[in-house]
């Protein structure tokens, strides 16, 4: 078992240790690092984590194996590598981070110092989008032609302040947040993006803002995809990918939808898993050479490359052509 210090104690990072205490044979946190002391003080007692508020004291202790991160997005840069320097294997809630140029350096100072790093893209394992993903690899619906995304929710009803809220922290609106998860899923599906241009609509400042950004992407190989997220309305997931001989379509983390012409849409129910466990699983996987993390170095840049379009585009409200 790996024994991992888990950086930040907010929804996210106590949402990695539960789904990992008491679950799982192959990573355990036993080390929480949190500034706000106080408030953590009780949930680390709970699951057995020695507790503090230094980061470089988690890099120290020679019994940590492993470090999480589900800390505020400009941190990640300067946080991974540290681990990497301190020799140690690095997961990192996404984004990765805010800048490709950031990215590379993490990423460069990962593989310099041979250390494992993953992200925390967890949509990647839910059943549905691995079954999207290999019905389009298989040519089940023929070519891929074009992909649309769609991630929303309530979070901006639900959080009303603090770092998740800071254009600085979080900018396009939801794009850092649920519309990162789905630019994700296209790339994942549909490789690297060469064009895009993108929109925020905003019609109410924060707190408990209510915005849309959206964007329209072309992808290396020409395929054309859409994407679209909204902060303020019901949790939502979709991704429908069309080809020349079929489509397929998910809407939410277990049910598949394949349309084939000439033949009735078939209805695929699977059975659900936890994707933070899983994703999680898998980083301890790489780290003891079972098996390369799932998402590769170059589909980690290849996102924030074009999360850092998105962005830009917003801002310029001009298409942004990442053509080489």
């Known amino acids: 078992m790996i024994p991992a210090a888990i950086v930040g104690l907010g929804r996210w990072g106590r949402s990695f240790v539960a789904a990992m205490q008491g679950n799982n044979k192959r990573l355990r946190f036993v080390r929480a690092v949190d500034v706000a002391i106080d408030t953590a003080r009780d949930f680390a007692a709970k699951h057995d984590l020695a507790l503090g508020a230094d980061y470089a004291d988690a890099l120290a202790d020679a019994e940590v194996g492993a470090i999480v991160l589900a800390t505020p997005h400009s941190l990640h840069p300067d946080q991974v590598i540290a681990a990497a320097r301190a020799g140690k294997p690095v997961f990192c809630e996404k984004p990765l981070a805010l800048k490709a140029s950031d990215a590379a350096r993490m990423i460069d100072a990962c593989r310099r110092a041979d250390v494992v790093l993953g992200v925390g893209h967890n949509r990647r394992w839910w059943p549905a989008m691995q079954a999207l993903k290999r019905t389009v690899e298989t040519g089940a619906i023929g070519k891929l032609l074009h992909i649309e995304a769609h991630n929303s929710n309530e979070n901006s009803n639900n959080v ?9 922290e979080s900018p396009g609106g939801g794009m850092t947040g649920a519309g990162l998860h ?14 895009v241009h993108a929109l925020l609509s905003e019609r109410k400042p924060s707190p408990a803002p209510l915005d849309t950004a959206s964007a329209l992407l072309e992808f290396a190989d020409g395929t054309s995809g859409l994407l679209a997220t909204v902060r303020a309305t019901p949790l939502f997931w979709r991704v429908h990918a069309f080809g020349s001989e079929g489509s397929v379509e998910v809407l939410g983390e277990t049910e598949l939808i394949l349309r084939k012409s000439g033949e009735a849409p078939r209805r695929v129910l699977l059975d659900p898993v936890d994707s933070l466990r899983a994703e999680l699983e898998a980083f301890a996987d790489a780290i003891d050479g079972r098996a390369a993390f799932p998402i590769s170095q170059a589909q980690m840049l290849q996102t924030v490359i074009a999360f850092e379009a998105v962005i830009r585009s917003i801002e310029t409200h001009e298409p942004i052509s990442l053509r080489e």
């Open 182 to 195: 789905a630019l994700d899923a296209l790339i994942s599906v549909a490789g690297s993006v060469r064009w």
């Open 160 to 168: 009303l302040g603090g770092w998740r809220t800071d254009p600085e």
